[in-house]
């Protein structure tokens, strides 16, 4: 299959995120794209090719126009009042407060943001558009008659919402090549997430929408990030009813309740029969994963891979989280090489 | 007038906040409070008092008990697992999230908050139910005959509202002495914060009520934190409709503007016939504050006492912000110099 790869994701450096209370180190860094690149490159799945620009529009039919803007302008605003350090917002319009767009650049962070985790850079808004477009690049291939694709990208992006940015994303790829393909083909898409956490930007934006499914598995938000969504009674909305579901499962969950998890989310897939289906691709659920609490083994994502295959459906895989970054590289591979190779 | 004070303020000292992009150390601490004791003492304004224990009712009387049980537990927990750093959250559920209350120590101190400011350290709730117990003596020195009475007391307050904490702000003492004083005497009361920034949990605590009313003058949260709340269009909902009154005001404000809009929120409170004025006594309009942009001077804080004492009503004078701590005793004195000298 087709990897799509552009060397911008890099531009995306952030130099910290707020985390058990200390100001750490990022765990999202270029290096996670690189040792994917190279295990890819060593694999020989498929050809690596770079992203074609496809401009804003297929951003803006998932995320509103302020907040493009204010993704597209913050840095050089921060910049110029605060010098070279990552921007990071202070404090969030909580129930209770108004939700009016404030005109000060720490008020328009918060406003615009989720958390203290996700600092916006010099390069966030390169390497996310690079991101975009590689995401809609893949795209492209699948709809002109591949099987597959994979999207080698970063910053990841399932935790974006339509005007909110968290969780170490700012633009939700996988939601705009789910919405593209729905605005090209006129068919419906299946978004199988299956990254450690629960993609709550992803499921917010189809939330009441019947043409795209969403099935995520993820840690429980009782006791996980983001915490407040991915319930298992958030089921979707008017006309999207009934077409989101969540499998929120507990720290030190196995790779054998996993799976069981997974054949339901897939027989969910199937019985919809979409014209794609976009597969979050997070391999955080790693049982080394430093930030995560699944227990599965390199062999596990082999049997994903598989798995998804069965379903006889054109796939466009997106990366998302993963941070165990000596593995994550075998991880995906293995994902994508078992794909490749069951028929 | 008595000044009631105590040494437990220094249980509470947090070592960092989120500012500017950076973990820096908190501008909210100790030394605050012992400047102005310093001066207070110095003045001969009035004896410095202990306070008396009220008990947890008068708090259970304006913030929620599942709030009050996080605040007076989340240490124990955090230290259990974190060791001894201070406890900050990590995201918030803005926007599109679910209310619910996460099980998890990081998802219920992001449901519990408004911002990456206001650490929770091993001694923050000692600290801030003593605050509680300062201000609750300082209103029944008020009640029960003076004329005016002044709580020095920190961690500030103006900032928590119901079941949130932040801004430095962890109990809504001013919130909780006025409730006190509506239960107790049933006369309506009347809070004027002149604080720099907006007082939001006051605001919100009171809105839907008639019987306190709350003025606040403070930077246009256009600019200035807390960025979501302190517009002048909030006027108060339901039978507290006309009860809320905010002067946001620009960026470099000078003395003559600010004592325009004070005098205005003075003949409100004057028509409003309260029982009691409760005075949320902000310092930080000083001209060189290190994070406010208001111009006042010295002098100006004398002007304020004597404008306050016009009105001629017993005054109950709560300590909140103030950080350019050479000069916030000299404010604070002259405040309450000017308000005890004009009859």
Known sequence: MDIVFSERHARHAGRGELYDGKLVPCFEKPERAGLVLER????????????????????????????????????????????????????????????????????????????????????????????????????????????????????????????????????????????????????????????YHHGNGTQSIFYDREDVLFQSLHGDPRQEFPYFLGFADERGSDAGSGFNRNFPLPWGTQAETWFEALDEALREIEAYRPGLVVVSLGVDTFKDDPISHFLLDSDDFSRLGERIARLGLPVLFVLEGGYAVEEIGINVVNVLGAYDATR
């Open 40 to 195: 890819v490159r060593d694999s020989g799945i498929g050809e690596i090719i770079p992203p074609v620009a496809h401009g804003l529009e297929p951003l803006q039919r998932v995320h509103s126009q302020d907040y493009l803007d204010f993704l597209r302008t913050v840095w050089q605003e921060w910049v110029a009042i605060r010098g070279d350090i990552d921007a990071l917002p202070l404090n969030w319009p909580v129930r209770g407060f108004s939700q009016r767009v404030p005109d000060s650049i720490d008020g328009r962070l918060g406003f615009y943001s989720m958390d203290a985790a996700t600092p916006i850079t010099g390069g966030t808004w390169e390497a996310a558009t690079a991101a975009a477009d590689s995401t809609l690049t893949a795209l492209a291939r699948v709809q002109s008659g591949e099987r597959g694709a994979f999207a080698l990208v970063r910053p990841p992006r399932h935790h974006a919402a339509r005007d909110v940015f968290g969780g170490y994303c700012y633009l939700n790829n996988a939601a705009i090549a789910a919405q593209r393909f729905v605005d090209q083909v006129g068919e419906r898409v299946a978004i199988l997430d299956v990254d």
